[in-house]
């Protein structure tokens, strides 16, 4: 079972070209069910305001940004449910920027590397390897420190960390606030992911990938492939992952249940580095050579072309509405993945670091919301609503799963796969505002998610 990634949002704008300072049209885009509307935060570098922009158009939004950030190093993202962007200043501080109003929060100081979880979780290690999370605005400082400098910070469900520590004999450990470290050695010192929700990592070695369970519960699985992989990517649901190679013209494929590879991708030359699209449907591929990178519908496995561009940590990257945003000369670029037809453009916005986002400002989901009510007023309000309590590809377990909910008085229901990629939903629902679904989710006690099957 995977937990479920995608939360309830507007649809995103459609328009043509950039930087106008008037209210885009929030009417919905094409694409893939279940995409969010979009929207790309601008932070500038040197610090200052952040400011916003509609996407697919990247007009900027009518109402700015209020709270000021200093000097920034790293963008580590943006928790839409709590309305923060986390940013490590170049004085190694992590600071929090509430979206709704003005205020910034040093969340910690001396900080050697960060992330952000599945849920929204920010994770920090400091110099002295303590462990300072926040979670819904609650900071908490954890009682005992790392076994070792973390090289790469995966955050996990349930508010654990999954972390590679060490140097040439790493290891993988996995803690929470509440509960010892497990550690376990790696055989492998190569490029390592993890699963969106990290129950699993991947971990490439000379001649295959090695897939861990970071909390042990089943033995390591290894997949050999024979063109030394590095580059390594999870699909959103976790089942599979994508392979660059150092030898081989492509991508390689492997399923991690059935532990072997699969079909795979062509490309022109080998893959140094992969990212992927929250939805599954759009992989970037940077090449080993050059200032550009590919763009690969993963729905059809095909390479849909390449574009120029610099390759960095905040982009190329694909949003929630579908729109790939790139660095462009001096310029950053929104550009439709199926056609590369720019959809908009900020000029010398490169120099700047971005963010894409579901969150949305108030004004955008006031009219989100008033144009959805007035075009399917069967459950009014916000909804129609659920909340999302497990996805699985396995249609019996879902349907068990659902059965055990109504029989605890709950009113479950499995929503069926609405593309190729999804897998079936046990819901609770619907419901006619996030403010009452939001109520029902804190009660299960487990993780859930505001799903909007309309938007």
């Given at each position: 079972?995977?937990?479920?990634?995608?939360?309830?949002?507007?649809?995103?704008?459609?328009?043509?070209?950039?930087?106008?300072?008037?209210?885009?049209?929030?009417?919905?885009?094409?694409g893939p069910p279940g995409r969010h509307a979009g929207f790309a935060i601008r932070v500038p570098i040197e610090g200052g305001v952040p400011r916003l922009y509609a996407l697919p158009s990247l007009a900027e939004w009518p109402t700015p940004l209020r709270g000021k950030l200093a000097d920034v190093e790293q963008l580590l993202g943006v928790d839409p449910e709590a309305a923060e962007l986390f940013v490590r200043t170049r004085k190694r501080a992590v600071v929090a920027l509430d979206?709704?109003?003005?205020?910034?929060?040093?969340?910690?100081?001396?900080?050697?590397?960060?992330?952000?979880?599945?849920?929204?979780?920010?994770?920090?290690?400091?110099?002295?390897?303590?462990?300072?999370?926040?979670?819904?605005?609650?900071?908490?400082?954890?009682?005992?420190?790392?076994?070792?400098?973390?090289?790469?910070?995966?955050?996990?469900?349930?508010?654990?960390?999954?972390?590679?520590?060490?140097?040439?004999?790493?290891?993988?450990?996995?803690?929470?606030?509440?509960?010892?470290?497990?550690?376990?050695?790696?055989?492998?010192?190569?490029?390592?992911?993890?699963?969106?929700?990290?129950?699993?990592?991947?971990?490439?070695?000379?001649?295959?990938?090695?897939?861990?369970?970071?909390?042990?519960?089943?033995?390591?699985?290894?997949?050999?492939?024979?063109?030394?992989?590095?580059?390594?990517?999870?699909?959103?649901?976790?089942?599979?992952?994508?392979?660059?190679?150092?030898?081989?013209?492509?991508?390689?494929?492997?399923?991690?249940?059935?532990?072997?590879?699969?079909?795979?991708?062509?490309?022109?030359?080998?893959?140094?580095?992969?990212?992927?699209?929250?939805?599954?449907?759009?992989?970037?591929?940077?090449?080993?050579?050059?200032?550009?990178?590919?763009?690969?519908?993963?729905?059809?496995?095909?390479?849909?072309?390449?574009?120029?561009?610099?390759?960095?940590?905040?982009?190329?990257?694909?949003?929630?509405?579908?729109?790939?945003?790139?660095?462009?000369?001096?310029?950053?670029?929104?550009?439709?993945?199926?056609?590369?037809?720019?959809?908009?453009?900020?000029?010398?916005?490169?120099?700047?670091?971005?963010?894409?986002?579901?969150?949305?400002?108030?004004?955008?989901?006031?009219?989100?919301?008033?144009?959805?009510?007035?075009?399917?007023?069967?459950?009014?309000?916000?909804?129609?609503?659920?909340?999302?309590?497990?996805?699985?590809?396995?249609?019996?377990?879902?349907?068990?799963?659902?059965?055990?909910?109504?029989?605890?008085?709950?009113?479950?229901?499995?929503?069926?796969?609405?593309?190729?990629?999804?897998?079936?939903?046990?819901?609770?629902?619907?419901?006619?505002?996030?403010?009452?679904?939001?109520?029902?989710?804190?009660?299960?006690?487990?993780?859930?998610?505001?799903?909007?099957?309309?938007?």
């Amino acid at each position: 079972m995977a937990l479920a990634l995608w939360g309830c949002r507007p649809q995103a704008p459609g328009g043509s070209s950039s930087q106008a300072v008037a209210a885009p049209s929030l009417r919905p885009t094409t694409g893939p069910p279940g995409r969010h509307a979009g929207f790309a935060i601008r932070v500038p570098i040197e610090g200052g305001v952040p400011r916003l922009y509609a996407l697919p158009s990247l007009a900027e939004w009518p109402t700015p940004l209020r709270g000021k950030l200093a000097d920034v190093e790293q963008l580590l993202g943006v928790d839409p449910e709590a309305a923060e962007l986390f940013v490590r200043t170049r004085k190694r501080a992590v600071v929090a920027l509430d979206l709704d109003g003005d205020r910034t929060d040093t969340v910690a100081t001396d900080v050697q590397i960060a992330t952000l979880g599945p849920d929204g979780t920010l994770f920090a290690v400091d110099s002295r390897r303590r462990v300072i999370t926040l979670s819904r605005r609650v900071r908490l400082t954890w009682p005992h420190p790392l076994e070792g400098d973390p090289r790469d910070l995966f955050g996990a469900a349930n508010e654990r960390l999954v972390a590679m520590v060490g140097g040439e004999r790493p290891s993988l450990i996995v803690v929470a606030a509440d509960q010892p470290a497990a550690s376990r050695p790696l055989p492998d010192n190569g490029d390592v992911t993890a699963s969106r929700w990290g129950d699993l990592v991947a971990v490439a070695g000379d001649s295959g990938v090695t897939l861990f369970d970071p909390l042990g519960r089943r033995e390591p699985g290894f997949v050999r492939i024979a063109d030394h992989p590095r580059a390594l990517v999870f699909s959103p649901s976790g089942h599979r992952v994508y392979v660059g190679v150092r030898a081989g013209l492509g991508l390689a494929v492997i399923d991690r249940y059935a532990l072997r590879e699969i079909d795979g991708v062509a490309l022109p030359m080998p893959a140094a580095a992969l990212r992927l699209d929250p939805f599954g449907q759009w992989l970037i591929a940077r090449p080993t050579a050059g200032d550009s990178a590919w763009v690969v519908d993963l729905s059809i496995k095909r390479l849909v072309g390449g574009f120029p561009t610099s390759w960095r940590a905040d982009l190329p990257t694909v949003s929630p509405d579908g729109s790939l945003l790139l660095r462009r000369g001096n310029d950053v670029v929104a550009v439709r993945p199926d056609s590369l037809m720019v959809t908009g453009r900020v000029a010398g916005g490169a120099s700047d670091l971005w963010v894409t986002t579901n969150w949305s400002p108030r004004g955008a989901r006031t009219a989100t919301a008033a144009s959805a009510a007035g075009t399917d007023d069967s459950v009014g309000g916000e909804g129609p609503l659920y909340v999302q309590v497990s996805v699985s590809r396995n249609q019996t377990w879902s349907g068990q799963m659902a059965e055990q909910l109504i029989r605890a008085g709950l009113p479950a229901k499995v929503l069926p796969p609405a593309s190729a990629d999804e897998g079936f939903r046990v819901v609770l629902g619907p419901y006619r505002t996030r403010t009452e679904a939001e109520g029902i989710g804190k009660k299960l006690g487990r993780p859930y998610w505001i799903y909007n099957p309309e938007q």
